[in-house]
T-cell receptor, first 115, second 116 residues
Framework: DQQVKQNSPSLSVQEGRISILNCDYT??????FLWYKKYPAEGPTFLIS?????DKNEDGRFTVFLNKSAKHLSLHIVPSQPGDSAVYFC??????????????FGKGTKLSVKP | DADVTQTPRNRITKTGKRIMLECSQT?????MYWYRQDPGLGLRLIYYSFDVKDINKGEISDGYSVSRQAQAKFSLSLESAIPNQTALYFC???????????????FGAGTRLSVL
């Protein structure tokens, strides 16, 4: 059973507009959430993270929002640029509960930003 | 030079062959991981190691083995490759000496493996 779900396999956005990528999770033990970006022929690269004690974390054009009651997080990219076109993975970890802090990944969302 | 280096980058092999994928890192991290990525399935953990004497199975360890030769080196072996092991394989590292749970992992560029 998937513990981290990214229900949208793909998303297309116009350059300059906002991109919103969504992620849902089922395990209430998760206390740290990360977003990774992956270009073709490269490994995933860390983008931004958020602890469960916060509801928002911002880094430049990237903001992650966490809604613990809904077990939902989202990544906002404003403004979107063509170079943001990539696959975005949501990941979660739990300090306790037997998973030893390992990351559980969603299946990814492919973002295309059109010029 | 990349902090996490995987070799080879591409490999084609035949069913039944033994192959080894290698990973080395210069980040000084104690934790290392092997993942596979299949289309539409995201990243799934095969094995992980928190130090040289520690090896743990991940979600999909059947058909794979690993060796942590040194803190900086972690290799993945397919003892007898089969076609459904065709996938993209990633090595990753993290620093476990920080706050537990703050597990940012850093990935290599990947190895594309095809088993015919």
């Amino acid at each position: 059973d998937q513990q981290v779900k990214q229900n949208s396999p793909s998303l297309s956005v116009q350059e300059g507009r906002i991109s919103i990528l969504n992620c849902d999770y089922t395990n209430s033990m998760f206390d740290y959430f990360l977003w990774y970006k992956k270009y073709p022929a490269e490994g995933p690269t860390f983008l931004i993270s958020i602890s469960s004690i916060k509801d928002k974390n911002e880094d430049g054009r990237f903001t992650v929002f966490l809604n613990k009651s809904a077990k939902h997080l989202s990544l906002h990219i404003v403004p979107s640029q063509p170079g943001d076109s990539a696959v975005y993975f949501c990941a979660a970890s739990a300090r306790y509960g037997g998973s030893q802090g390992n990351l559980i990944f969603g299946k990814g969302t492919k973002l295309s930003v059109k010029p | 030079d990349a902090d996490v280096t995987q070799t080879p980058r591409n490999r084609i092999t035949k069913t039944g062959k033994r192959i080894m994928l290698e990973c080395s890192q210069t980040k000084g991290h104690d934790r290392m991981y092997w993942y596979r990525q299949d289309p539409g399935l995201g990243l799934r953990l095969i094995y992980y190691s928190f130090d040289v004497k520690d090896i743990n199975k991940g979600e999909i360890s059947d058909g794979y083995s690993v060796s942590r030769q040194a803190q900086a080196k972690f290799s993945l072996s397919l003892e007898s490759a089969i076609p459904n092991q065709t996938a993209l394989y990633f090595c990753a590292t993290s620093d476990g000496r920080g706050s537990a749970g703050r597990n940012i992992q850093y990935f290599g560029a990947g190895t594309r493996l095809s088993v015919l």
